[in-house]
């Protein structure tokens, strides 16, 4: 499990609300809440708690500033019928 990413921003995607973070070379696509997204900039060092969700597919991390967000996060997707990203937004 990846417990926190942190690193510099490489890339922006808008349209995922996603951001590549890279970490000594690694980088990892995180995709973060609307208000994280814009509050971050590009070649800007951040930190973000993450949550790695694994379908059969496909797998995705999720990141949060705080730990009390992810910590939300984690008990609205127990909701019947709340999926990660609806709790995302």
């Known amino acids: ?3 926190h990413v942190f690193g510099k921003v ?13 970490v000594h070379g690694v980088g ?7 208000g994280d997204f814009d509050a971050v900039m590009l070649d800007q060092d951040v ?24 910590k939300l996060f984690e008990m609205l997707i127990t909701v019947q019928g709340v999926g990660p990203k609806a709790a995302l937004a």
């Not at 490489?10 to 890279?22: A, P, T």
């Not at 949060?64 to 967000?69: D, G, K, P, Q, R």
């Open 1 to 3: 499990m990846i417990a």
């Open 10 to 22: 490489v890339e922006k995607f808008n349209e995922k609300v996603s951001l590549v973070i890279d």
């Open 28 to 34: 990892y696509e995180v995709s973060v809440a609307a």
């Open 47 to 70: 930190k973000f708690y993450t949550y790695h969700h694994v379908r059969e597919q496909s797998e995705e991390l999720f990141g949060f500033s705080s730990l009390a967000a992810k």
